[in-house]
């Protein structure tokens, strides 16, 4: 009986459950809607229910639960308050969670960390020792790895790209800031800046895959979204490597899907700005697990902890 970990990752429209074994192959996957309730406990009920279905399609031995959320974090008592899911502040996911599955190592971290964590072991940065993941999705998020080990920092949210300012006087963001990353980059912000400059949308809740439709039409104000949130993600590249000193972007999320449209501005831009030499070489790709990154991730907090277990990941054992 092989030995497994039971993955969580919870976004702000999905959240998702597996078990993955330990060569990062994913056995078991199930993703349900992220609820949209005021009330906390109606948010985390069907996430109960993803992990119970979850456990009872596998075979193998449960030995850890790794989980990776939209943020921020609260490393110390191992609770979230995501952005994006505006009824959970600071609940108690890793506790809950742990109590689901007793007796076995529980960790969590950001979702943007467990992405570039699942990259880093088992994906498209596994040959390079210093990588910034992101998540372009409902939001964006970051992780960092440095050294081959991955760097949460002192408050487990450490590479969230998504909040560094890239406009002085730029729109706000959902975080109460201005200008960020996030607020100019994430789908839904594509979307709404899109439709407040002339966008017709063909429906009346539009997503980003309705823009992204647009944009490979010719549209343009979707081109234009998709320009501006290439030209912000890599001023948020550009400014993480001035600091970090990275040798790979490995970037996910669903947005990314898109990346016929978000790369060749994103990376133009990356050009443009980072001039300095020790810039200039940065390597941008996708993210080689998909949207099974972050689950990947997850589980490289409880398989493989020697690398993504350290100072900033929420631990219960």
Not at 200 to 211: H, K, S
Request: aromatic share 4%.
């Amino acid at each position: 009986m092989s030995d497994l970990a039971l993955a969580v990752d919870v976004g702000g429209t999905k959240v998702a459950a597996a078990l993955v074994a330990a060569d990062g192959t994913v056995v078991e996957r199930r993703v349900r809607p992220t609820a949209v309730s005021p009330d906390p406990e109606a948010v985390w009920r069907p996430v109960t229910e993803l992990v119970a279905e979850v456990l009872a399609a596998g075979t193998g031995q449960v030995v850890g639960v790794g989980v990776g959320s939209a943020g921020p974090i609260h490393v110390p008592e191992g609770s979230i308050s995501p952005v994006n899911i505006p009824a959970w502040r600071r609940f108690p996911l890793l506790h809950r969670l742990a109590e689901l599955v007793p007796g076995v190592p529980a960790r969590l971290a950001g979702d943007g960390i467990c992405a570039a964590a699942g990259e880093h072991w088992r994906g498209a940065g596994q040959d390079v020792d210093d990588l910034l993941g992101i998540v372009v999705s409902t939001g964006v998020g970051g992780g960092l790895i440095q050294g081959g080990r991955l760097v949460a920092g002192p408050s487990g949210n450490a590479g969230h790209i998504g909040h560094v300012v890239v406009d002085l006087d730029g729109v706000p963001c959902p975080c109460g800031g201005r200008g960020c990353v996030e607020a100019m980059s994430s789908g839904p912000s594509m979307v709404a800046w899109a439709l407040r400059t002339g966008w017709q949308a063909p429906v009346p809740a539009p997503t980003g895959v309705d823009l992204a439709a647009a944009a490979r039409a010719g549209d343009p104000y979707a081109n234009e979204a998709f320009q501006r949130a290439g030209r912000a993600l890599a001023a948020g590249i550009v400014s993480t490597a001035a600091i970090c000193d990275l040798s790979r972007v490995v970037i996910g999320g669903g947005v990314s899907a898109a990346h016929d449209l978000l790369f060749p501005p994103l990376r133009a831009a990356i050009t443009e700005y980072g001039r300095l030499a020790f810039l200039q070489g940065i390597e941008v790709t996708t993210a080689s697990l998909g949207n099974s990154a972050g689950l990947v991730g997850a589980a490289a907090l409880v398989l493989a902890p020697e690398a993504y277990a350290g100072r900033g990941v929420a631990s219960l054992t």
